[in-house]
T-cell receptor, first 115, second 113 residues
């Protein structure tokens, strides 16, 4: 158990819908990262938050957004869903910021299926 | 693509044998991390090696890093059936405001009992 929790584990929805994925980082970790794993793209970085502020964006679509709350949990919002958004979405957390030697610990993931 | 490459893509060995996986990457790094993933489940952190380290051990795992060649290898000794999984390397690129990870394509390891 990495200490990172994600809910829900599975999500099945229809095209055009909106969903929210939730992540709680390990106790004491200030950084939260979101990654997407799909068969064709592999594991791709989406977005990074540190202590409530956005630090970097990766290959994140405009239909996707995220935020980190004062209690440090994070939510990833996916809207106008398309079939191609079906993937495993992972959240990871680490203690610090760029330049530090921080392991990133991953949650169990949310498997999103868009029908 | 920023993605690193792993080699081989798939590896099948017998229990008790050693397994070696290689990873190449493209940028200067702060560190390189190895993860294991069992059949579409979560990523388990195995080991982190810093850019100024050349070799690191953890139990049956041995990781090497050659920054001049931008490559790393993961050796699993005395493999077990329970080691069957996909293994990914991930690099924390130097510079910038984030320590996002860039993942390799993964090696699928099958250990036959």
């Amino acid at each position: 158990d990495s200490g990172v929790t994600q809910t829900p584990k599975h999500l099945i929805t229809a095209t055009g819908q909106r969903v929210t994925l939730r992540c709680s980082p390990r106790s004491g970790d200030l950084s939260v990262y979101w990654y997407q794993q799909s068969l064709d793209q592999g594991l791709q970085f989406l977005i990074h938050y540190y202590n409530g502020e956005e630090r970097a964006k990766g290959n994140i679509l405009e239909r996707f957004s995220a935020q980190q709350f004062p209690d440090l949990h994070s939510e990833l919002n996916l809207s106008s869903l398309e079939l191609g958004d079906s993937a495993l979405y992972f959240c990871a957390s680490s203690a610090g910021l760029a330049g530090a030697y921080n392991e990133q610990f991953f949650g169990p993931g949310t498997r999103l299926t868009v029908l | 693509s920023q993605q690193g490459e792993e080699d081989p893509q798939a590896l099948s060995i017998q229990e008790g044998e050693n397994a070696t996986m290689n990873c190449s990457y493209k940028t200067s790094i702060n560190n390189l991390q190895w993860y294991r993933q069992n059949s579409g489940r979560g990523l388990v952190h195995l080991i982190l090696i810093r850019s100024n380290e050349r070799e690191k051990h953890s139990g049956r795992l041995r990781v090497t890093l050659d920054t001049s060649k931008k490559s790393s290898s993961l050796l699993i000794t005395a493999s077990r059936a329970a080691d069957t999984a996909s293994y990914f390397c991930a690099t924390d690129a130097r510079g910038g405001a984030t320590n996002k990870l860039i993942f390799g394509t993964g090696t699928l390891l099958a250990v036959q009992p």
